[in-house]
């Protein structure tokens, strides 16, 4: 049983930074891709990163974060990471993380783990 744990969501101004963390139990972290999630109120749940550590490190982005949001993973402490800086209101949500095997996707649906979630608050 997989089972994934986000922590360091909270309240933050505008243009501040906040790092999620999601701590990932069992003994093969290292053969899953890592995906990081956000639901706002009265949205669907979107991507907002992912990181593949198979063959090589590979990270992607949505639009909306990149260049601002950072993906990373230790892989000796079962966990992945998301640095978020340059924060705006439109960043509010609930931020999930989830796991998957063989390839990585951009699709809800396609990960099999999901964190509880933790949320995250942008004031203006």
């Known amino acids: 049983q997989v089972q994934l744990v986000e922590s360091g969501g909270g309240l933050v101004q505008a243009g501040g930074s906040l790092r999620l963390s999601c701590v990932v139990s069992?003994?093969?972290?290292?053969?899953?891709?890592m995906g990081w999630f956000r639901r706002a109120p009265g949205k669907e749940r979107e991507f907002v990163a992912a990181?593949?550590?198979?063959?090589?490190?590979?990270?992607s982005y949505a639009d909306s974060v990149k260049g601002r949001f950072t993906i990373s993973r230790d892989n000796a402490k079962n966990t992945v990471y998301l640095q978020m800086n340059s924060l705006t209101p439109e960043d509010t949500a609930v931020y999930y993380c989830?796991?998957?095997?063989?390839?990585?996707?951009?699709?809800?649906?396609?990960?099999?783990?999901w964190g509880q979630g933790t949320q995250v608050t942008v004031s203006s």
């Open positions: 069992g003994r093969t972290f290292g053969s899953y891709i």
């Open positions: 989830a796991a998957r095997r063989n390839a990585a996707s951009r699709q809800p649906g396609d990960y099999d783990y």
């Open positions: 990181v593949n550590w198979i063959g090589g490190i590979v990270t």
